[in-house]
């Protein structure tokens, strides 16, 4: 891939996902494409590459793919079909690495977003399918003691808290007095540390990332064990 003009997020990217979000259609991202690519595209790839060597490191079984299609950079283009926003475009940077089994089953995965009003980093599940929604459930349940230690370890505190929605009521086939009970009530399984914009437009944005992602491995390894995948 070759060298962006940019090598890092930087105001100029956050200027135009300002300015695509004020003209937001077709005709003006046209005719404003090349500074897309540049601006934003091909930042966001060289990122993504300087993230696979120490994937590669803490979690060999995550991908950091920097392919301007079909790669880790989600789609700037919005599928409107079922939305009531028929806007184009989606005026933030999301980047997942995936797990290398997740187009045959619901996995965990690592996420990026970055946009002018909400920069946060994401490890875990979100929303996961019926049955590795309830894997993740009977594995705290039955090692309610690793769970515990993995949401008390002291590096993962410090970079993230869990995030996502909750049932109101205990899920089917668990004991509403179960002591657990709050963390099995999780609809999502996702680990989130809130940035500020300033993070994301440091020069050493990428070893933050790269630490707190590092720092997930002990939460990010039990759910991978509940789902029958490796870590």
């Not at 300087?50 to 790669?71: C, E, I, Q, W, Y």
């Not at 049955?131 to 993995?150: D, P, Y």
């Not at 050493?204 to 992602?213: D, I, P, R, S």
Request: glycine share 4%; charged share 25%; aromatic share 12%.
């Amino acid at each position: 891939m070759a060298a962006p003009r940019y090598a890092t997020f930087n105001a100029e990217t956050i200027a135009f996902l300002r300015e695509l979000k004020a003209n937001n259609n077709r005709d003006w991202f046209n005719e404003n494409k090349p500074r897309y690519e540049e601006l934003v595209l091909d930042v966001a790839l060289n990122f993504i590459q300087s993230m696979h060597d120490p994937l590669l490191k803490f979690a060999p079984h995550f991908t950091a793919v920097p392919k301007r299609m079909g790669g880790s950079l989600m789609r700037v283009y919005r599928d409107t079909r079922f939305s009531k926003n028929k806007t184009p475009y989606k005026t933030n940077i999301g980047i997942q690495f995936r797990h290398e089994q997740a187009k045959d089953v619901h996995a965990p995965g690592f996420y990026v977003h970055i946009d002018p009003d909400s920069v946060f980093l994401g490890a875990g599940m979100w929303r996961p399918a019926p049955e590795a929604l309830l894997g993740i459930r009977e594995r705290i349940t039955h090692k309610q003691a690793e769970w515990l230690r993995v949401c008390a370890e002291p590096k993962f505190k410090r970079q993230f808290s869990l995030g996502g929605a909750k049932l109101t009521r205990p899920p089917r086939g668990f004991a509403k007095d179960h002591p657990l009970i709050e963390d099995i009530k999780r609809k999502d399984f996702i680990a989130v540390k809130n940035l500020t914009l300033d993070h994301a437009l440091q020069p050493k944005f990428q070893q933050q990332v790269e630490t707190a992602f590092k720092a997930a491995t002990p939460y990010m390894r039990f759910l991978c064990k509940a789902v029958g995948v490796p870590y």
